[in-house]
């Protein structure tokens, strides 16, 4: 179930939430994240109350909630600034590096191993990764702050075993706070609820959805797989991004890009190769079951 929760997140990250955000070309890119984190509240609400889940989350995983939320918050404002500026690019680059930060932070923090097969992928992935960034010419701050700000927040997700809907929650709480006095306050006037017309202020309204739902399902795959095994699966996200900016939006896809993307399929088929061994495998060592009595035990 873990894999699935991974694999609609990662889709919905890397084609759905892009086009989304296209959409509102022309709205500031921090009255969107304003009004996605509004929104966001107003719907996980609403989720917890259908759900009969609302609970008071323990006092001793606050102070990690905080950093969570506070990881999430950078991340979605660095990726909106992105795709608003024409720089899907740079934003796929970024989620192509995470995985290979998750895994570090996985092996460092948390003691998880990489089998070989595993280890091959994540070198081959690595490889790709480095002719992207050697080729760049100047740092790319912009796919390393997002790299390590969304791996940092799957860390911590994975160190508090808390509820998905329930974390996620209690994130959004901590940053509504700040939405709220943006939109007060700091938003221009032409960004105010009276002035948007229905289809922005319905985009807008649609944002809580598109942020909600793909977060819930990567905190349930967050508890129940490893973190390397998200963080590889997390180049689906990267990859459909590169390949709508350049199909749908009309960027460049340099030769150092389509190297990544190459090198990014062929360490997926290894690692998704040794998922299948290792499944059949525990399958094969599971003691077997006889489906009919065996007749030597009915006898007598």
Not at 71 to 96: E, K, T
Not at 203 to 215: E, W
Not at 266 to 283: G, K
Request: contains cysteine.
């Amino acid at each position: 179930m873990g894999l699935i929760y991974a694999l609609g997140a990662y889709l919905s990250w890397g084609l759905l939430v892009p086009v989304h955000f296209r959409l509102l070309d022309g709205t500031p890119a921090w009255v969107i994240l304003g009004h996605r984190i509004l929104w966001s509240s107003v719907f996980v609400v609403l989720l917890l109350a259908a759900l009969r889940r609302v609970r008071v989350v323990p006092q001793r995983r606050h102070a990690l909630l905080i950093v969570s939320a506070l990881m999430i918050g950078a991340n979605w404002s660095l990726y909106l600034w992105a795709v608003q500026n024409g720089r899907m690019l740079d934003a796929s680059l970024g989620y192509f590096i995470n995985p290979l930060v998750a895994v570090a932070l996985g092996a460092l923090v948390l003691g998880e191993r990489l089998r070989p097969l595993q280890q091959a992928a994540v070198g081959i992935a690595a490889f790709g990764v480095a002719v992207a960034v050697a080729t760049a010419g100047t740092l790319p701050w912009v796919a390393l702050a997002l790299a390590v700000s969304f791996a940092l927040y799957a860390l911590i997700r994975k160190m508090v075993p808390i509820d998905p809907i329930l974390g996620f929650c209690a994130e959004t709480f901590l940053l509504l706070p700040l939405a709220l006095g943006y939109l007060a306050w700091l938003a221009p006037e032409t960004a105010s609820v009276s002035s948007l017309d229905g289809r922005t202020l319905g985009l807008l309204l649609l944002t809580g959805l598109s942020t909600s739902v793909p977060l819930i399902w990567f905190a349930a795959a967050a508890g129940r797989l490893k973190l390397a095994t998200l963080g590889l699966m997390q180049y689906i996200a990267p990859s459909c991004l590169l390949v709508l900016s350049v199909l749908v939006y009309g960027e460049t896809l340099e030769a150092s890009r389509a190297i990544v993307l190459a090198l990014t399929v062929v360490a997926l088929v290894l690692y998704a190769v040794d998922a299948v061994r290792l499944s059949r495998a525990d399958a094969a060592a599971r003691p077997q079951v006889p489906l009919t009595p065996d007749p030597r035990r009915c006898a007598g």
